[in-house]
């Protein structure tokens, strides 16, 4: 089966930016899960889908972060304006995960490398 | 807030030597510990998982128990070999209970031939 697919793989640009990430998850995946990775750090989670509905998106900085996930499927992750701590890999999972039960592990895709300089 | 540490963050053992990895978390009510591997420049993947409701958990040369008192679970990695080199991660999954996971700072195992 076809893994989670993300592009872009590489992203350079210059503060104060604006730079968007694309997501399609396994299919019929139901939740998608976009997790920041700085260099050194366990992956924090951003923001978690379950179809086109967020259920956690306490961790993401609103005022210049922004997510959609249209149609309960593909999603962007969009950041406007970028600061250099931004700099970090995105990265997107999906799961079977179902309400009221931890049922699935997340696949995680490759994942976006950003640079902020 | 919700929390799990990690260590070592680093760990460098002679091929065939065993390997162990040992997180913390501060949700008692945390009921799912997963641990991921993560090769240089590759996505992690999920090795092996362990639910509350058990204590130990073996698959093949890896183990994972849990101590749901103390809070805290560990990785254990027997015969290590040069492929196993990589960056491990833990996770719990809160109360929350909804599929979230909060990752350990992450140890980066190197086995020396």
């Known amino acids: 089966e076809a893994g989670v697919a993300q592009s872009p793989r590489y992203k350079i640009i210059e503060k104060r930016q604006s730079v968007a990430f694309w997501c399609n998850p396994i299919s019929g995946h139901a939740t998608l899960y976009w997790y920041q990775q700085i260099l050194g750090q366990g992956p924090k989670l951003l923001i978690q889908?379950?179809?086109?509905?967020?259920?956690?998106d306490s961790q993401l900085p609103k005022d210049r972060f922004s997510a959609e996930r249209l149609k309960g499927v593909d999603s962007t992750l969009k950041i406007q304006p970028a600061k250099l701590e931004d700099s970090a890999v995105y990265l997107c999972?999906?799961?079977?995960?179902?309400?009221?039960?931890?049922?699935?592990?997340?696949?995680f895709g490759e994942g976006s490398r950003l640079t902020v300089l | 807030g919700e929390n799990v540490e990690q260590h070592p963050s680093t760990l460098s053992v002679q091929e065939g030597d065993s390997a162990v990895i040992k997180c913390t978390y501060s949700?008692?009510?945390?009921?799912?510990f997963p641990w991921y591997k993560q090769e240089l420049g590759k996505r992690p993947q999920l090795i092996i998982d362990i639910r509350s409701n058990v204590g130990e958990k073996k698959d093949q040369r890896i183990a994972v128990t849990l101590n749901k008192t103390a809070k805290h679970f560990s990785l254990h990695i027997t015969e290590t070999q040069p492929e196993d080199s990589a960056v491990y991660f833990c996770?719990?999954?809160?109360?929350?209970?909804?599929?979230?996971?909060?990752f350990g700072q992450g140890t980066t195992l190197q086995v020396k031939p």
């Open positions: 996770a719990a999954s809160p109360s929350s209970n909804t599929g979230k996971l909060i």
């Open positions: 999972a999906s799961s079977l995960y179902q309400l009221a039960t931890f049922t699935g592990e997340l696949f």
């Open positions: 949700d008692s009510a945390s009921n799912y």
């Open positions: 889908f379950q179809n086109n509905g967020v259920v956690d």
